[in-house]
């Protein structure tokens, strides 16, 4: 039975106000993540960057690489990325979430699941203000009265060890990258995650995939990279094409989004605020002035909620 998707949280009151409306019943084998069984899931997506929220606050368990891509896995519980909440270390903040790509690898950001995980929560309990800690620092989320979603992403990194790039480059927003003259230089940025940016006359015509894999591994990054494609429309609106590190090419990518958006503001192409529109929608960037952080606003969507057990997974909602 398909699923229905396109279901907005709008904050307030129960899980999910969408979530009473899903009715199916779908089971997956969990054989090479156990340590999960009886764990509820909620499946969700930002712009079509498929997320899977783990709320694990009231019994915390590693989850391991092998356990991240069991459940990605084509049939189980296909994600780019697992939102995975713990316990707060700080009595301010909600959760200390750690992301986890769908190639089991380690994400220090990520923007559309923030917003997801920010819906989720501002669900629960009744809030439209809500904030997260995760390895890149802290994410304060509020819940615009439209049903979007806005995260302060933090300020951008911009030297060349923060990113990190494997040698010393004196200006981060034009890098020729060895191997790739032809895609002209790249503006490089951390958003607690790496990206580098290039401007290309149409967004459309790259073979993001063909690229995308081959830079995401390039000496250059030695942590890889998000690799993204930009087509400066006008001063205040981006085409965007994203390969993301560990989870390939995706509809939406936020990070990727506040990269652009820093580089297109520092390199002169746009303002500080403009509207990226990627394969899966729109996303709203302003790199505010008075403080440098980045904030990007857009939508979520829940898709269906479940619950894994060793040996199946069953629809909860
Ligand atoms: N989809 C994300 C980015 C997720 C992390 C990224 N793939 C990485 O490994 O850095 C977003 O919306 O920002």
Same mark, same amino acid.
């Given at each position: ?25 779908? @089971? ?15 499946? &969700? ?33 296909? @994600? ?30 990520? /923007? ?85 940016? @290039? @401007? ?49 090419? +995706? ?9 652009? /958006?820093?580089? +297109? ?30 904030? &990007? +606003? /857009? ?6 909620? /479940? ?11």
């Amino acid at each position: 039975m398909p699923l229905p998707m396109g279901q907005h949280c709008d904050g307030r009151g129960g899980a999910c106000a969408a979530s009473r409306h899903i009715r199916s019943t779908v @089971f997956w084998c969990l054989d090479a993540a156990p340590m999960l069984a009886h764990r509820p899931f909620v499946k &969700m997506n930002g712009l079509g960057n498929e997320i899977l929220v783990l709320d694990l606050r009231h019994e915390p368990e590693d989850v391991p690489a092998a356990a991240a891509r069991a459940l990605a896995r084509p049939g189980v519980l296909p @994600f780019d990325q697992a939102m995975v909440l713990y316990p707060p270390r700080r009595a301010d903040t909600a959760a200390f979430v750690r992301i986890l790509n769908s190639d089991g690898s380690e994400s220090g950001a990520c /923007g559309n699941g923030t917003r997801c995980i920010a819906a989720y929560e501002a669900g629960r309990i009744g809030e439209r203000h809500v904030l997260f800690e995760s390895a890149a620092g802290l994410l304060d989320c509020v819940m615009q009265p439209d049903g979007q979603v806005t995260v302060d992403m933090g300020a951008p990194r911009l030297g060349w060890d923060a990113i990190p790039l494997a040698r010393p480059v004196a200006d981060t927003s034009a890098v020729q990258i060895e191997g790739f003259a032809s895609l002209g230089p790249a503006s490089m940025v951390s958003m607690g995650n790496p990206h580098a940016v @290039f @401007f290309v006359p149409d967004a459309n015509a790259v073979d993001v995939e063909a690229l995308g894999a081959t830079l995401e591994h390039h000496p250059l990054f030695p942590e890889r990279a998000n690799i993204s494609f930009a087509q400066v429309l006008s001063p205040d609106h981006i085409l965007l094409h994203v390969w993301e590190r560990g989870a390939g090419r +995706t509809r939406a990518c936020g990070t990727a989004a506040c990269a652009t /958006g820093v580089s +297109t503001a520092r390199t002169g192409r746009t303002g500080r605020k403009v509207r990226v529109t990627l394969p899966g929608g729109d996303l709203v960037i302003d790199w505010r002035a008075s403080d440098g952080h980045v904030l &990007m +606003t /857009g939508p979520v969507a829940l898709e269906f909620t /479940g619950t894994l057990t060793s040996d199946m997974i069953t629809e909860a909602a």
